[in-house]
Structures are given as structure tokens and as C-alpha cells.
């Protein structure tokens, strides 16, 4: 879990205590819920589902992310959302919330509308 964490999870080195809670809830998914994703929902096709939403989507991609490549999402994604918005996030990889929280939630808040 260390390795796929620190080479193909993430691009950037986390804090020790963030690398030590990924490390504790990896662990804590058992049985189908923990490998239903890498085995099976990985490769599912939702475009059809995806053409569906008919409302403003923000689609944020990891620079460096190997698991999802913004330029996958770009040529997958992207095209059967009819309202999309695609931001890349610089240096991160798969888990932006934890490599650049406030660059994400600037993101977010850059997109969201006003009140």
C-alpha cells in the first residue's frame, strides 16, 4: 500500500501523518468494497450515464495523475458532458485533496456560483 501510495497515487511527498491516516484507512475496506474499483469499476463505461447530467460539472484532474490522466479524462469524460469545466490541478497526482487541498478548494470556489 506505501508504494502505490507514495509512486503511483500521489506526485508529491505528503506530511508523515497524512501518509500515516491513508496508510490506516487503506486498511480499513474488506472483502468486495475494498477491490470492487481496481478489478472491476475501473473499466466500466458510464458514458451513457454521463451524457445524462444535464447540469454545470467541474472536472478536476491531477497534473501527474496516473491512475485517471488529465488528458484521459479530457478525451473520455469530457466530451459527453454537455456543461463541463476542466481545471488541472499543477504537480499533484491522484489524491488532490490531500497533495493541494487549498488548490482545490480554490478551484472549487472559482467555479461554484454565487449566491
Known sequence: MAEARDHILTAT???ASIRARV???SRAGTGAGRTEWPLHGIAEDITELTST???P???IAGEN???EPADVLRANLLPYLSQAEF???PTTGHLI???APADLADAIT???PTA
Open 13 to 15: 511527498r505528503l506530511p
Open 23 to 25: 496508510a490506516v484507512d
Open 53 to 55: 447530467v444535464s447540469v
Open 57 to 59: 460539472a467541474l472536472v
Open 65 to 67: 495523475d496516473q491512475v
Open 87 to 89: 481545471t488541472v490541478i
Open 97 to 99: 485533496p490531500l497533495e
Open 110 to 112: 472559482a467555479f461554484a
